[in-house]
């Protein structure tokens, strides 16, 4: 008897599993607009210039998704989109940080040339 129940278990295991495997969702064209907008949005902050890395990996991971879900393969297709939203984002968070260091660094700059005028000032009011 025991011999039959592994075979079985293991049979029904693997129907139980192929069943799982199906039973995830196609990815939707609303889905795939979505993540599109999340690459252009990184583009839209700079990510051809600061982070072409990232930028390069999201859309690498985009036509991954894209042929695995024109192949039916749902779940690869969904863990292809979750990567490239992830590099997306990170491309989009990336350039807008080094946008921000070199605002920064102008900031500071002007700072110290106004500083030095007002130090410059004041000496001249001093020595009349």
């Not at 080094?98 to 001249?124: P, V």
Request: glycine share 6%; net charge positive; charged share 25%.
């Amino acid at each position: 008897m025991r011999k039959v129940i592994g075979p079985t278990l293991l049979l029904a295991l693997s129907f139980i599993a192929i069943g799982c495997a199906s039973s995830v969702k196609p990815v939707t064209p609303a889905e795939l607009a979505e993540t599109e907008a999340t690459i252009r949005s990184a583009e839209s902050a700079g990510a051809f210039d600061r982070a072409p890395d990232l930028l390069q990996k999201s859309r690498q991971a985009l036509g991954a998704a894209q042929q695995a879900s024109g192949k039916g393969d749902h779940a690869v297709a969904r863990e292809r989109l979750l990567e490239t939203t992830s590099y997306a984002e990170a491309a989009r968070a990336r350039a807008e940080a080094e946008q921000k260091k070199g605002e920064s660094s102008m900031l500071r700059q002007q700072a110290d040339e106004l500083e030095a005028k007002a130090t410059q000032l004041k000496k001249q009011l001093q020595n009349p």
